[in-house]
Nanobody, 125 residues
Framework: QVQLVEYGGGLVQPGGSLRLSCAVS?????????MGWYRQASGKERELVAT???????TYADFVKGRFTASRDTFQNMLFLQMNSLKPEDTANYYC?????????WGQGTQVTVWGQGTQVTVSS
């Protein structure tokens, strides 16, 4: 059974860090597979965050460059996404994806929520 299981999401303040992990079934964790991380914020379309090419290169979306680092462990069939300097706009459900032999596989996602510290509003007459 093919499985992708993401974990590591949570609630974090702006500027904080999280590390996401994705366990991938050995049957599809192939050097010929395309693997990547995506995210989907509420009410928005799913978007690419980072992708591993079959040649081993890693590409990032412009909005995470310099803040996020994707990596993988080929011995443990794991994908990782280290997220630093998180912003409220990074709030989304994060998914890992594997494309292999004409099929696309998704995990269930892990929610990342970046809360702003808030600002006090005082109304006085």
């Amino acid at each position: 059974q093919v499985q992708l299981v993401e974990y590591g999401g949570g609630l974090v303040q702006p500027g904080g860090s999280l590390r996401l992990s994705c366990a991938v079934s050995q049957t599809i964790f192939s050097r010929h597979a395309l693997m990547g991380w995506y995210r989907q914020a509420s009410g928005k379309e799913r978007e690419l965050v980072a992708t591993f090419t079959s040649g081993g290169a890693i590409t990032y979306a412009d909005f995470v460059k310099g803040r996020f680092t994707a990596s993988r462990d080929t011995f443990q069939n794991m994908l990782f996404l280290q997220m630093n300097s998180l912003k409220p706009e990074d709030t989304a459900n994060y998914y890992c994806n594997v494309q292999y032999q004409g099929s696309s596989y998704w995990g269930q996602g892990t929610q990342v929520t970046v809360w702003g510290q808030g600002t006090q509003v005082t109304v006085s007459s």
